[in-house]
């Protein structure tokens, strides 16, 4: 695919990049370079190749789903200005 001058700027326009004319001549040719190994990338077969998120397969390490500190409530809770029922008091907002 060809790129021109034109285009270039179009896509700088819409990138919100500013670029001379002379950068515009000079970009033309490296976009339609891009553009055709995209278009040769498109010709490749790919019927028989399962999809992949990553190149090398990874597997998470879990650790044991364990309580380590709990059982504190009342220890919290003496922090707080007001505590009811084992909860926090909070004052109405809405009226």
């Known amino acids: 695919m060809s790129v021109d ?3 270039v ?3 700088a326009s819409l990138a919100r990049i500013a670029i001379t ?3 515009a001549e000079r970009l033309a040719p ?3 370079n891009i ?3 995209i278009e040769q990338l498109g010709e490749v077969d790919t019927a028989s190749v399962e999809p ?3 190149v090398i397969p990874n597997t998470l390490r879990l650790r044991d789903d364990v309580v ?3 059982d504190v409530r009342d220890a919290v809770l003496a922090n707080a200005p007001q505590a009811e029922h084992g909860f926090f008091a909070v004052p109405k907002v809405i009226e």
């Open 21 to 23: 004319d002379a950068e």
């Open 30 to 32: 490296e976009l339609g």
């Open 68 to 70: 380590t500190d709990g």
């Open 52 to 54: 992949m998120t990553a």
């Open 35 to 37: 553009l055709g190994w």
């Open 9 to 11: 700027k179009r896509i």
């Open 5 to 7: 001058t034109a285009t």
